[in-house]
């Protein structure tokens, strides 16, 4: 019988009467004849609540009190859901993520998987049972248990859906699957039937939220399908998979847009090896991760730098660079956390020319200024103002006729 592992997103199972939904769905695949292994998220905002009572407490708790803090709201769903299901008469039992044999390594709060051990899962399969297990946690190899970092269900389904060589990964949540642009901007953005893996990667990091990034990643590096669909009906989702025999229709397969980001600009910087190291490594130690970097062809020896940060980090990325900046004699440092970014991404933009000007060309017509503009062969990034990203999408939506199926 084939593996199917489906994960459930916390809104699908928010309540008593979404987990008996999930039940019904688990169930019907069972029926199809498969062996089933379902990854839960925790129910509804469990997490947020969960830190935050943990804030109340302290504002700097130990990494292991709070990862097993966190661990316990899957603990619950799982749990619900395997009772959920024996009592429409199919055998469950739930197992948490440590009973699973999901080993990781001893970063607490954002612990990364270093191997599965699928013994338990396999032998309670063949025992008949359906698996249900814990999402976003793991254990150490001293046997405390860990979490995967916000949304790292996700990537707990992928896993175990490799290491049990599974013939698909279902990733179950609120949307209909991957749109061509979010739906709440563009009437007319539609579910793509498949995308890429490549491309599904870029959408992920460039804002849009229906997946983990580093879940997708993992899909690609061993090849596991991932269908993403809804819950709460029966459309069929999106296929993210390795896109082989995928024949390019339309070149631009979907808009991406992240409204919370922030620039920070070093004026008048010395043009001298070793400036970059100087600002980037202070930031990356603390932990404030850095997108767009682009630095000015210097001029006399002098030269900007500007990048980009989540709007979140601003404050904390202004700390670190101001007195680096100083040190360095720059001239100034100019920040604007008013900023969105809008990404058109498609595999068949590669090696094809005229997809940066047209997307330049709409962006001017609605005279939207572009402060930034980074690509990569299948993505071209714009950052604009905050309070433009939404027409800028639609119309980015329309120029491309991403409308069409
Ligand atoms: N419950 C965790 C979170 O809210 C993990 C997940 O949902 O994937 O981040
Ligand atoms: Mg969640």
């Given at each position: ?12 199972v928010a309540d008593i009467e ?14 199809a004849?498969?062996q089933?292994v379902?990854v839960v ?7 947020d609540d969960?830190?935050?009572l ?12 709070y990862?097993?803090?966190?661990s316990?709201?899957e ?5 619900l ?24 390594d ?9 191997g599965i ?7 309670e ?32 389904a992928?896993a175990?859906a490799?290491?049990?060589k599974?013939?698909?990964c279902?990733?179950?949540?609120d949307?209909d699957?991957?749109f061509?642009a979010d739906?709440?901007l563009v ?6 039937s498949?995308i890429?893996?490549?491309?599904m990667?870029?959408?992920a ?5 229906v997946?983990?990034?580093r879940?997708?990643e993992?899909g ?5 399908p991932?269908?993403?669909?809804c ?7 999106t296929l ?29 910087v010395p043009d001298?090896?070793?400036?970059a190291?100087?600002?980037?490594e202070?930031?990356?130690?603390a932990g ?6 682009v630095?000015n062809?210097?001029i006399e ?8 940060v989540a709007a979140g ?6 700390k670190v660079v101001?007195?680096?900046a ?8 100019i920040?604007n956390?008013r900023?969105?970014k809008?990404?058109?991404i498609g ?8 997809y ?17 503009i980074?690509?990569s062969?299948?993505?071209?990034t714009c950052?604009?103002?905050?309070d433009?990203?939404?027409e800028a999408?639609?119309a ?7 409308e069409?199926?």
């Amino acid at each position: 019988m084939p593996i199917i592992v489906q994960k459930y997103g916390g809104s699908s199972v928010a309540d008593i009467e979404k987990i008996k939904n999930v039940a019904r769905r688990v169930a019907k695949s069972r029926d199809a004849g498969n062996q089933m292994v379902v990854v839960v998220s925790a129910m509804g905002d469990t997490t947020d609540d969960l830190i935050a009572l943990a804030k109340k407490i302290t504002a700097h708790p130990s990494g292991r009190e709070y990862d097993l803090l966190l661990s316990t709201g899957e603990l619950v769903s799982c749990t619900l859901l395997a009772m959920a299901l024996d009592s429409i008469g199919y055998r469950a039992v739930s197992l948490s993520g440590a009973q699973a044999g999901i080993k990781t390594d001893t970063e607490y709060n954002r612990a990364h998987i270093l191997g599965i051990d699928p013994k338990r899962v396999v032998n309670e399969l063949n025992a008949g049972n359906i698996v249900v297990v814990a999402g976003f946690q793991g254990i150490t190899q001293d046997q405390d248990v860990t979490t995967l970092g916000r949304g790292g269900s996700d990537t707990t389904a992928i896993a175990l859906a490799i290491s049990l060589k599974a013939k698909e990964c279902h990733i179950y949540t609120d949307v209909d699957g991957v749109f061509t642009a979010d739906p709440r901007l563009v009437a007319e953005a539609h579910s793509l039937s498949e995308i890429n893996y490549e491309e599904m990667l870029e959408m992920a990091n460039c804002g849009a939220r229906v997946m983990h990034p580093r879940a997708v990643e993992l899909g690609q590096m061993y090849n596991m399908p991932i269908l993403v669909a809804c819950t709460f009906n029966e459309k069929p989702g999106t296929l993210i998979h390795g896109g082989k025999d995928m024949e390019v229709k339309n070149k631009v397969t979907g808009i991406a847009h992240d409204m919370d980001v922030a620039k920070i600009m070093i004026v008048g910087v010395p043009d001298r090896p070793g400036i970059a190291s100087a600002i980037f490594e202070p930031l990356a130690t603390a932990g404030i991760s850095v997108d767009t970097i682009v630095q000015n062809a210097s001029i006399e020896n002098i030269t900007d730098l500007t990048f980009t940060v989540a709007a979140g980090d601003l404050d904390k990325a202004m700390k670190v660079v101001m007195p680096i900046a100083e040190s360095i004699k720059a001239r100034d440092c100019i920040s604007n956390s008013r900023l969105g970014k809008i990404s058109i991404i498609g595999a068949g933009m590669q090696n094809t020319p005229g997809y940066a000007a047209r997307m330049f060309t709409t962006l001017s017509e609605k005279n939207i200024n572009i402060h930034l503009i980074t690509t990569s062969e299948i993505r071209i990034t714009c950052i604009v103002d905050d309070d433009r990203v939404s027409e800028a999408v639609r119309a980015l939506h329309r120029a491309f006729e991403l409308e069409k199926p």
